[in-house]
């Protein structure tokens, strides 16, 4: 199973960007899916989710009414829209499949040992 983000890139604080995930999996539906964080000398973080029990998302709180998570199960695509983007956006973002997605997107560091992960788009947000 691979993961791959893209879309990243640098943007202007206040400016929008869509990231996109490829999953080369069977069917989308069927797993956890989502967005994790990683600033520059902290933890990573969890930004939005797609249970397999519902189909609603799961956001942080923190980022709801900036960031939307969507998919296309027919092409096995998973997007991230960000808008209204802040210096504090800045990371690497990864796209992960079957790692536990939680309200409040909760991470826990054994996660990184879950599912499958993507290498990671970097998304810089100038002031």
């Known amino acids: 199973v691979q993961v791959a983000e893209s879309g990243g890139g640098l943007v202007q604080e206040g400016g929008s960007l869509r990231l996109s995930c490829r999953h080369s999996?069977?069917?989308?539906?069927?797993?956890?899916m989502g967005w994790f964080r990683q600033a520059q000398g902290k933890e990573r973080e969890g930004v939005a989710c797609?249970?397999?029990?519902?189909?609603?998302?799961y956001y942080s709180e923190a980022l709801k009414d900036r960031f939307t998570i969507s998919r296309d199960s027919a092409t096995n695509t998973l997007y991230l829209q960000m808008n209204r983007l802040k210096p504090e956006d800045t990371a690497i973002y990864y796209c992960?499949?079957?790692?536990?997605?939680?309200?409040?997107?909760?991470?826990?560091?054994?996660?990184?040992?879950?599912?499958?992960w993507g290498q990671g788009t970097q998304v810089t947000v100038s002031a």
């Open positions: 999996g069977s069917s989308f539906e069927n797993y956890h």
């Open positions: 992960a499949i079957e790692v536990p997605c939680n309200a409040g997107v909760r991470y826990r560091e054994y996660y990184s040992t879950l599912g499958y």
């Open positions: 797609f249970s397999w029990k519902t189909s609603d998302p």
